[in-house]
């Protein structure tokens, strides 16, 4: 069965390259136009973090579909970082560090990577065995993407290696909880 992911389209936290998690930002302006700008392949089910930024998405790339709100593929919340942008941080010595561990030190005040991937790789195939068969978008995250393709993908590979822009992602099969990326939209 195929599976599409889709990351939601630019906001202005995005646009100022900050950490936004739990941040309920809505589609800028620019965000809007790319999305409509591009081709996305056809979903029969469509699958959305509660977020405005991704229902936002959903509803433009798939107008006609009823979506399926999933709050446990939310992205990661970013604590003492949170709407902050890297120049906003530079300087902050725990930032650094973080930094220097290559992000695997939890954020200050934050959710602890390990709860995250557990949250959204457990939402994940929950959902994929509900409605195996059919081909299934997930308009979601960047970090929600990037910590599911780590835990069930067969390239392996580690959570930054599945980094993906605003409004691009990765069309995979799945089968015997696994993904097999096929192609990057």
């Known amino acids: 069965m195929k599976i599409i992911f889709i990351r939601h389209g630019k906001t202005q936290g995005n ?8 941040t309920d930002e809505e589609l800028c302006l620019e965000g809007i136009a790319e999305i409509k700008s591009k081709k996305y392949p056809l979903a029969d089910v469509v699958i959305a ?24 593929l939310r992205e990661c919340d970013f604590g003492d970082f949170e709407g902050k942008s890297y120049s906003e941080l530079n300087g902050d010595d725990y ?8 992000g695997s030190l939890p954020f200050p005040n934050g959710e602890p990577h390990e709860n995250f991937t557990e949250r959204c790789c457990g939402a994940f195939e929950r959902l994929a065995d509900e409605y195996f ?8 995250h960047g970090g ?9 993908s067969v390239e392996g590979g580690g959570f930054y290696d599945f980094g993906v822009k605003n409004g691009c992602g990765y069309i995979a099969e799945y089968s015997d909880k696994r993904l097999c990326i096929t192609e990057h939209i």
């Not at 646009?15 to 739990?22: C, D, S, V």
């Not at 930032?95 to 290559?102: C, G, N």
């Not at 068969?133 to 979601?140: K, L």
Request: hydrophobic share 45%; net charge positive.
């Open 15 to 22: 646009l100022r390259g900050a950490y936004i998690g739990r």
């Open 49 to 72: 973090s509660p977020m405005k930024r991704c229902l936002q998405t959903a509803d433009i790339i798939y107008p006609d579909a009823k979506k399926i709100i999933c709050n446990d």
């Open 95 to 102: 930032y650094q560090k973080w930094i220097d561990s290559f």
């Open 133 to 140: 068969g059919s081909d299934i978008a997930f308009v979601v």
């Open 144 to 152: 929600t993407i990037m910590a599911v393709l780590e835990g069930f």
